[in-house]
């Protein structure tokens, strides 16, 4: 009996008509963008949350309110797949603790998702009455928006450059890392030809493979702007040196640069004529609209037996252009 009166819902909601005006994309925009700022008291109605689809699809849910009513409320929001990120509206009815949600993908109703608030647990269904549990819990927004902006490379106009930006890994904002730590021995290298291209930069093309030098980075998304953060690597040679050389690239999103820099290095130097031995090290916080580069440096001048040692702080703040300003 309980099987035919879920199944008698499904059909009759799935007759229901609703109205697209009740998404609204700037809106959620606003509110990823405040969010990421800290700005989210305004949004307390709003709430998300994670867990899986199936077997092992990861997704992550965005609605306006989850707060048991007796009354039918029209509710609304978004979700997406970890693996496509690509957030895929949502409108329906909250009745109680039950939530009955259709999915519209370019204006088309292409599924519909039931489930329980008490327990957390439901089912989606597609139009051909397949289905697949959905098990979530509550998370914080801004770990929905996080996981949003961790990867927007479906929102790249340019195709070449979106191939271009497939070679940096993706990093979620905020982020904090010492050069060191950005993995030099991964596997995914950039392609330095093209690199040579969209970072403006002759020599890389040049790089010679005996010499040990490639290029690693990672890549953060904004709403308007990508930041490319590019290692330059050059193994020791017969001087000693040992250098990653940190610069940030700031693109919109049909690949135009906005602007770029030059941020510090980790890097060991050696003074054979004059015995002395020089470090550099540095450390990036990543943020929505800043960057925060903590640095050290060291100098060893054996004959005279002196060692030297200083830390500094270099601050910038990115505009809603996309030019980098030094503080």
């Known amino acids: 009996m309980k099987i035919k009166l879920v199944l008698l819902f499904f059909i009759c909601f799935n007759h229901l008509s609703f109205s697209q005006n009740s998404y609204d994309s700037e809106f959620i925009a606003k509110l990823k963008s405040d969010v990421m700022k800290g700005q989210k008291d305004k949004y307390e109605q709003w709430k998300a ?54 999915e519209f993908v370019k204006g088309k109703h292409t599924g519909t998702l039931i489930f329980d608030m008490e327990n957390s647990t439901g089912e989606w269904i597609n139009n051909q009455g397949s289905s697949y549990t959905i098990e979530i819990e509550l998370c914080e927004l801004r770990a929905y928006v996080q996981q949003y902006y961790s990867n927007r490379l479906e929102d790249i106009q340019n195709k070449n450059f979106k191939a271009f930006v497939k070679g940096y890994k993706t990093s979620i904002i905020p982020n904090f ?51 490319l953060f590019t290692i330059e690597y050059y ?31 980790n890097c060991n130097d050696s003074d054979m004529g004059i015995e002395a031995e020089h470090s550099r090290s540095a450390s990036i916080l990543v943020d929505w609209d800043k960057i925060t580069i903590f640095k050290k440096g060291n100098s060893i001048y054996f004959e005279q037996d002196k060692e030297i040692n200083q830390s500094w702080i270099d601050y910038y703040k990115i505009s809603p252009t996309g030019e980098l300003i030094e503080q």
């Open 49 to 102: 949350f994670e867990g899986k689809l199936g077997k092992d699809k990861r997704v992550f849910f965005l609605l306006n309110t989850y707060i048991y009513n007796p009354k039918e409320t029209k509710i609304w929001g978004e979700y997406l797949y970890t693996k496509y990120n690509t957030p895929i509206q949502l409108e329906g009815i909250l009745k109680g603790s039950k939530v009955y949600l259709k």
């Open 177 to 227: 890392a010492a050069i060191s730590d950005l993995d030099e021995k991964r596997t995914q290298k950039i392609d330095r030809k093209i690199a040579a291209q969209y970072l403006k930069k002759s020599g890389y093309e040049n790089f010679d493979d005996d010499q040990a030098g490639y290029l690693y980075g990672d890549a953060f998304f904004t709403e308007h702007h990508i930041y």
């Open 235 to 265: 193994s020791p040679g017969a001087f000693g040196i040992d250098d990653q050389l940190l610069l940030v690239h700031i693109f919109d999103y049909k690949g135009n640069l906005k602007s770029s820099k030059n941020l510090g290095c």
